[in-house]
């Protein structure tokens, strides 16, 4: 193998796939990079086996070819090269050559046929979507997800694909967002899928503002095609909670506030939270809300925001993270919030496109 290339063109290609490179694997392929340099283009690859990642830079080999070569070593040595031409080579032996300018490394790779094959998918199984629109539901859905790695089945986001909208869903068990995109699809695709959090990360991560992104399936994986870049991952086995369940039916009660401010007063008043004691107390009256926390060993914070509500007098305790993080989801100048109750869930809807339920917490 042996083609010429430029810093540019190769780093962006690296920073794509290196993050589903697995460092701490015992099997050392698993930390090498793919390199496949065949007819106009050069295709890097890189997988842990639960995520693949490849994407195909316009390089044209002159001499065809491939080999593995330890991804983190060819990043740092890509990086410090100067901006100038790049002569890559390979030898029989796997040798590969790197060259620039006055500067030359030379690096023990791996044959190809060591490096895991990734699975192909068939376009019969495939939807298209806007990246846009992929990109701002899994914003306001994937922070919801589980850390709780003993509850396998929450580590991930639900993908439900029915022939009228496509639905994403993410829970901790303490908060439940769910997203809607209208949608006509035939019958024959309908699917329910859980993605993983890395899966998801590297999404949200890559999907831009223009283009389409196209989404196949296989037994027990999925595809997502972004421009040159596609993502093949694992999807996670199990069964997902009944979230509808959970879904208050819409209520008139609502807390109608400035997006910004509410999001300013929470967290000045999270300043006085610790692990033990998270809950921030609000009380709502009307055409009011008060922040207020009462920390033991560390003070007191109240704070006063003016808003718009006609309902009965509450007092409710919120973690203030649960809700600042859909706020900063929701691109909207005013955000209601629908409280029923002291011991019933907030919730907080866009139209009929977004739902968001939080728990309550106890005021200590």
Do not use: W
Request: charged share 30%.
């Amino acid at each position: 193998m042996r083609l010429n290339t430029t810093k540019d063109i190769l780093l962006k290609g690296i920073q794509s796939t290196q993050n589903a490179i697995n460092t701490k694997s015992s099997l050392p392929i698993l930390s090498n990079i793919l390199i496949e340099a065949e007819g106009d283009t050069t295709i890097l690859t890189a997988t842990d086996l639960d995520i693949g990642i490849t994407t195909t830079l316009p390089i044209k080999p002159d001499v065809a070819g491939s080999v593995t070569i330890p991804a983190k070593k060819f990043f740092d040595i890509i990086k410090e090269l100067p901006e100038s031409e790049i002569l890559i080579s390979v030898k029989k032996n796997n040798l590969v050559n790197i060259e620039c300018e006055s500067c030359s490394f030379k690096i023990m790779g791996l044959p190809k046929d060591e490096f895991p094959q990734l699975p192909e998918f068939k376009d019969k199984d495939s939807i298209i979507l806007p990246q846009k629109k992929l990109k701002e539901m899994l914003d306001m859905t994937s922070f919801a997800m589980s850390r709780d790695e003993t509850r396998y089945v929450l580590n991930g986001v639900l993908l439900i694909i029915k022939p009228a909208f496509i639905r994403l869903i993410a829970t901790d068990g303490r908060r439940l967002a769910v997203a809607e995109h209208k949608i006509q699809l035939p019958k024959t695709q309908e699917r329910k899928a859980i993605i993983p959090a890395k899966t998801v990360n590297e999404l949200s991560r890559m999907l831009g503002d223009e283009g389409d992104v196209k989404i196949s399936f296989g037994e027990n994986q999925a595809s997502f095609n972004i421009g040159p870049t596609k993502i093949i991952s694992r999807l996670i086995e199990g069964e997902f909670p009944n979230y509808e369940a959970v879904i208050p039916k819409e209520s008139k009660e609502k807390l109608v506030a400035h997006r910004e401010k509410f999001i300013s007063a929470l967290k000045r008043v999270a300043l006085f939270t610790n692990q033990e004691s998270m809950a921030v107390k609000i009380d709502v009256t009307r055409d009011k809300a008060v922040f207020s926390k009462s920390t033991r060993d560390i003070g007191e914070v109240r704070e006063e925001l003016a808003a718009d509500y006609k309902g009965k007098d509450l007092s409710m305790g919120f973690n203030p993270d649960y809700l600042i993080d859909v706020l900063k989801a929701i691109e909207k100048e005013m955000i209601g919030i629908e409280l029923v109750d002291s011991e019933k869930p907030g919730v907080v809807r866009v139209g009929d496109e977004y739902v968001y339920v939080v728990l309550p917490m106890q005021i200590v």
